[in-house]
């Protein structure tokens, strides 16, 4: 308690937003829901009591506990091993009494230190527990109740943990224990993140290629560090100039009259931000410049022209522009509807933008090596002081497009981003996807597909067909050669699909066929725009 009363209220505020699960959740829910039994594998049953794994502990792993669960209606009975990788990675691994040979390990979202029993957790655990996976994860060195946001990174060790050593390692410690409990090792092993985890998966690629055979990529925050840049921009030219919700819907109203139809067919959805000539200058101006309820004034369309334009230093771009599309409105976690800016750029009724919480807290204790609590966050200048980044840029982001080592041993990347994810610039994830192409070839389709989501925010929710299972498709690449082609996406109401539509490996997008319902997928197929 007397710890908790020495944090700062907007980080303690910050750490609720992370672990409840609401705006940084790292895991798409839909996983596995269309798992095939063509991928079902001969069982593999323990060599071993579960209770005799405690005595794998050496001189870095410690296993603090193992004990059988007992089944549940969403998982068989488990032998549940707990541990510490030092100095301070706390992992998880869940073994099921029929293993099907795989191993699957899950990410984490925001600055990470989720509690390994969280909901969304347990739920990830169960869903690969009961199709026969034996599943890991880990909280990448530090517990976020006592270290909120990015106030770990005062320990040099626990930032190299978060930016990528953590999930090596866990990796490494899962095939130790696998092979003492079953007498065998993994056939395969895959890896599936979302935002944070997302970022995970593409270090994993990049730095140690043979951890896993298969890797989901959701939405990446690859280019970490320049979205804390575009967070800096976003934020100062917001608190110049607010923009209130009754507000964004008129930007949103005039963004989605203006380019809704651009692809050919009337959805309310955008395929393609990139092709939407919406311009600030659009909306509605206010008269002599006074500020009103329905009209924007200058400082207001110009504080939207710095968001939607980037950030550029001496003329090269270091922060692509916000696409349009995520100021729209959609159904919240918690009942009604808000924007997606909201609670990301606009803070709700309850504080400040998570933009700000995550950018403040990115500057004070992570971005130049050693924590400056004092430090004004808002001074950031990109001209001045980009150059201090390349360390921590080094270390924590997964820019490098050099894949090579990945694909020449097999491994497949189906990676996915919503268009209109508010979260994080979906440019991010195309741009990355368009160097990797530049750097391997046309041939990089053989190994990694990028699959853009019109009108999904972040990870999930949002307008567009969000309900999707993306690892099925990965394990059928990975194990049957079978690259997917679309993957059957679905938008709910009320746990009814009220919409269906295939989601395109890129450039292609769903293009409709002309004549039958818009929201039935049997009517679109993926082509050229």
Known sequence: MRLRSRVPRWLSAAFWIAVSG????????????????????????????????????????????????????????????????????????????????????????GFAGEPLDAPGRVASTRRALARGFATAQMNTGHDAAAEPLGTFAASPQ??????????????????????????????????????????????????????????????????????????????????????TAEKLKIVADTVYAKCDAIDGVRDGLIDDPRRCPFKASDLPPCPDDADGPSCFTSAQVHALDAIYGGVKRNGAEIV?????????????????????????????????????????????????????????????????????????RAALDATDPDLSRFKARGGRIVSYFGWADPALNPMMGVNYYERVLRQLGPSTSDFYRLFMVPGMFHCSGGIGTSTFDAFTPLVEWVEKGAAPQSIPASRLAEGKAIRTRPLCPYPEVAKYKGTGSIDDAANFSCGKP
């Open 22 to 109: 609401a705006p940084v959740g790292a895991q798409n829910g839909s996983q596995f829901r269309d798992w095939r039994p063509s991928l079902e594998a001969k069982p593999i049953a323990p060599h071993v009591p579960c209770a005799t794994l405690v005595s794998l502990t050496g001189f870095e792993l410690s296993i603090t506990s193992a004990a059988t669960i007992p089944a549940s209606a969403e998982a068989p009975g488990f032998c549940r091993v707990s541990g510490q990788i030092q100095p301070e990675i706390r992992f998880e691994i869940s073994l099921p009494p029929a293993w099907n040979g795989r191993l699957y390990v899950f990410g984490n979202g």
């Open 158 to 243: 626990k930032f190299l943990d978060y930016a990528y050593r953590g999930v090596h390692v866990t990796a490494l410690a899962a095939r130790r224990v696998l092979q003492a409990f079953y007498d065998a090792p993994p056939h395969h092993a895959y890896f599936d993140g979302c935002s944070t985890g997302g970022r995970q998966g593409l270090i994993s690629a990049q730095r140690f290629p043979d951890d896993f055979d298969g890797i989901v990529v959701g939405a990446p925050v690859l280019d970490f560090s320049g979205t804390m840049i575009g967070y800096v921009n976003n934020q100062r030219a917001l608190t110049a100039a607010p923009i």
């Open 320 to 392: 692509p522009g916000w696409p349009v599309g995520a100021e729209i409105a959609a159904p919240a976690p918690n009942g009604g509807s808000a924007s997606g800016w909201m609670p990301w750029f606009v803070s709700g009724p309850n504080g400040r933008p998570i933009e700000a919480l995550f950018g403040e807290t990115f500057f004070k204790y992570i971005a130049f090596g050693r924590p400056n609590p004092s430090y004004d966050w808002t001074t950031f200048n990109v001209d001045a002081d980009f150059d201090k980044l390349q360390a921590v």
